[in-house]
């Protein structure tokens, strides 16, 4: 992109951060915006495809944008959550919290629940322009398993998670993202363990120099996203977050294209 192109595309995205596009809204006609922010059809239409594919927008139709999150289920009501009277720890150290809780469901009796508290985590999918993710081929011990992660790591305090999904990036990798944009924080068991995963898209990084945590670095690669499927079916991408991220990249992708086939 172009710094005309670019200065659009954060435009756009800023009225989507503010809710000036709303959820479940049509956007205006590619006409429309193209006088509106003095820009060419053309150069519009790149910055829309980006949109497209960071799941920020949905196409209905020919040329027809929506902003996503409109749902036709409604929330349902006069459902009471669990009572929870205390709490108390049983183990605690800088990377592991384990504690039970007091917790009363409705309508039932008390009882103690274990709760594992983890870190906050953020993991970044880095997209080039051949359609590949920059992956790393890992060896985790706990699975006795080697398999293809997306880099991440721990938030630190007072850290924005957008800057620790950047500064993983570069320490796993040796590549710099040029940016990353948020797409869902999620909690991978969300049953018993507090553990926070903010999941980011990036388009484009400049290689910067080597892996510098060699620990976690392992073997480097740009990985087409056509293996994907392939990959997931052999068992080979390890970890929630590379799922849950590559997933929603997959999933972007297969609407544009099932939209355009319409």
Known sequence: MGPKTAKVYETIRARLASGEY?????????????????????????????????????VRGRSSYRVPGAVSVTTPDGLEPWRIHGERDLYDNRWVKLQLWDVEPPGLERFEHHVVKLHHVAIAAVLDD??????????????????????????????DPSETALREVVEET???????????????MVGMVDSP????????????????????????????????????????????????????ILASRGKQGATAAR
Request: aromatic share 6%; proline share 7%.
């Open 22 to 58: 709303a959820p479940g809204d049509k956007m205006p006609s590619e006409r429309a915006l193209s006088e509106e922010l003095g820009i060419g059809r053309t150069a519009l239409r790149q910055v829309l495809a980006r949109l497209l594919a960071e799941g920020a927008l949905e």
């Open 130 to 159: 051949q359609d590949r993710v920059l992956m790393m081929w890992r060896y985790r011990f706990v699975p006795q398993q080697w398999g293809w992660e997306l880099p991440g790591g721990i938030v630190d305090e007072g850290e």
């Open 174 to 188: 040796g590549w710099r993202p040029k940016s990353v944009e948020h797409v869902v924080t999620y909690q991978p």
């Open 197 to 248: 995963h903010e999941i980011f898209v990036g388009h484009g990084a400049v290689q910067v120099g080597a892996p510098t945590d060699l620990e976690e670095a392992g073997h480097i690669e740009w990985v087409p996203l056509t293996d994907i499927p392939g990959l997931m079916a052999r068992g080979e991408l390890m970890g929630s977050g590379t799922l849950v991220a590559l997933l929603h």
